[in-house]
């Protein structure tokens, strides 16, 4: 029988309905700190990261994501849940997340999708919601990691960020059902402390001075206590295991001749020809960070890894790729290292996305968008209806241009882990796009910060009579928020309310 045009037509439209209809595939790559200043087309003047920029290229890079609670396994709970810490239960690192719970890969598992995790996972109870999963030993070793999978230990003799790579294109290429859609999450390790580098790049970056943050040598003045009393610093919280030395190398003659005639791990001498003041600072920057960057290095060539497997395989066009951290990271602003803080460099996140044919290739969004919101997006992205009790947005209208009207103008913070590492004081806040309103709750104090007029956060106009109608809006936002989210009045351990109220009784 001889076909008609009309029938020609039908089938045309069909095949067209089901090429549109093919479900989309989601390459989540995540990494543990990475600091936006360290990617080039965030503007990095220290380093080039050229495969993350193909995805600012080809894709969107988002100019204001944000985290809820700017610590590891905390970020981890809220993107798996979409939920705040408080919620989620993940509150702080050393508590165990309850996998039993309801998570974004449980829902895509339901709904068809193969799902995969592979790397850091650093929530202690095992992965749940996963077809797959080989997974690092808390915050696993660089080298040589052990990982857990449902069958046991494996042992795996190279440079974790390599193995991580490795196995996910191993489980895109043979692991995986070639007929379902996937959502894969490959996560790595670095670059978190204490940033030992692939054997590749050892000496990237030697014979080279990096350039220094503008405020390297903070003193921390016209702010609360808060900053000046915390243990990140350069200058006197990085270990010899940090540094991996402890003799100066960039040195004048002068203090070369000292050094050399001191070196003696024995004597005493040698402690008093130590670097000091602003000349160990230098040092210990230089050191600290070419080895941080040595780290980003690995990462970056191995997300070429990945780009160009999904170009060879003809995997690219129908896969969205995504990159973000846990966290963002100092690297040496105000003098420190590591994260926890609502300032901008650790309460921000990279986050960019590459979606062939849906994505304006190189496009820039300035929109207010946070972790808390991945899981919705995920879940978007796969056709999946999104759970009335998650309480982030779907960032998909914003990657396909259009911002929703409503779009959120402010956003919630909230650290818990004091007492803790680095001994940063529990505070929440609301940022708005120009203002940042910061409340040290166990101290009782506050900060403000005009981010317009002061992007580095240096000075506090809490209290300044000019900002008081402001204050004003931006505690009553904070209420809003602080409601809308259900965040408890109380937010100290239990055990702790529990020792108040019996004091409270006692009176
Ligand atoms: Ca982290």
Redesign the pocket.
């Known amino acids: 029988m001889k076909s008609s045009p009309i029938f020609l037509f039908a089938f045309a439209l069909a095949f067209q309905a089901t090429a549109v209809a093919k479900p989309l595939n989601v390459l989540f790559i995540f990494a543990?700190?990475h600091a936006y200043q360290a990617i080039s087309a965030y503007g990095s003047n220290r380093n080039k990261t050229p495969n993350i920029d193909r995805l600012a290229e080809e894709g969107m890079i988002f100019h204001r994501a944000f985290v809820t609670n700017s610590?590891?396994a905390p970020?981890r709970a809220v993107i798996l849940t979409g939920k705040h810490s408080h919620l989620n239960g993940q509150l702080t690192n050393g508590m165990r997340f309850d996998g039993g719970q309801q998570t974004f890969p449980k829902l895509l598992q339901k709904s068809g999708y193969q799902t995969a995790m592979i790397g850091k996972w650093h929530l202690k109870s095992d992965p749940t919601g996963f077809d797959f999963w080989q997974v690092l030993q808390g915050q696993g070793p660089y080298y040589n990691p052990p990982m857990n999978t449902p069958d046991g230990v494996k042992r795996i003799t190279g440079y974790t960020t390599d193995i991580i790579t490795d196995i996910t294109l191993d489980w895109l290429e043979k692991g995986r059902d070639k007929d379902k859609p996937f959502f894969i999450m490959s996560q790595h390790k670095a670059p978190?402390r204490n940033w030992q580098p692939g054997p590749k790049h050892l000496n990237k970056y030697d014979g080279i001075d990096l350039p220094e943050p503008e405020t390297l040598r903070d003193d921390y003045n016209n702010r609360l206590s808060p900053a000046a009393n915390q243990t990140m610093t350069i200058t006197s919280h990085l270990s010899s295991n940090d540094l991996k030395l402890r003799a100066p190398g960039n040195l004048t003659p002068e203090q070369k001749a000292k050094w050399n005639a001191a070196y003696d791990p024995k004597n005493k001498a040698f402690e008093e020809a130590k670097l000091e003041g602003d000349e160990l600072l230098k040092w210990k920057y230089q050191r600290y960070v070419k080895d941080y960057l040595r780290c980003i290095d690995s990462v970056d060539e191995n997300i070429g890894r990945l780009l160009d497997y999904l170009d060879k395989s003809g995997l690219a066009e129908n896969t969205i790729v995504i990159y973000s951290s846990?966290?963002g990271w100092y690297l040496g602003e105000h003098g420190w290292y590591d994260?926890r803080w609502m300032y901008e460099e650790s309460f921000r996140t990279p986050l960019l996305a590459r979606w062939p044919g849906v994505i304006e290739p190189g496009s820039e969004n300035h929109d207010l968008v946070q972790n808390l919101d991945y899981a919705e997006t995920f879940l978007d992205l796969c056709g999946v209806k999104r759970p009335k009790d998650m309480q982030g947005e779907s960032i998909v209208p914003l990657l396909k241009g259009k911002k929703p009207k409503d779009w959120r103008e402010s956003l919630y913070y909230h650290y818990y882990e004091f007492p803790g590492a680095h001994s940063v004081r529990r505070h929440y806040g609301v940022r708005t796009e120009t203002h940042k309103l910061i409340h040290f709750y166990n101290l009782d104090g506050w900060e403000l910060y005009d981010l317009e007029k002061d992007p580095n956060e240096l000075n506090s106009v809490y209290g300044k009579p000019e900002y008081a109608a402001l204050t004003k809006e931006l505690k009553e936002e904070l209420a809003r928020l602080r409601k809308l989210y259900q965040v408890p009045e109380d937010t100290r351990p239990v055990s702790r309310q529990k020792k108040t109220k019996k004091n409270q009784k006692k009176k």
């Open positions: 543990d700190d610590i590891c970020s978190h846990d966290q994260k």
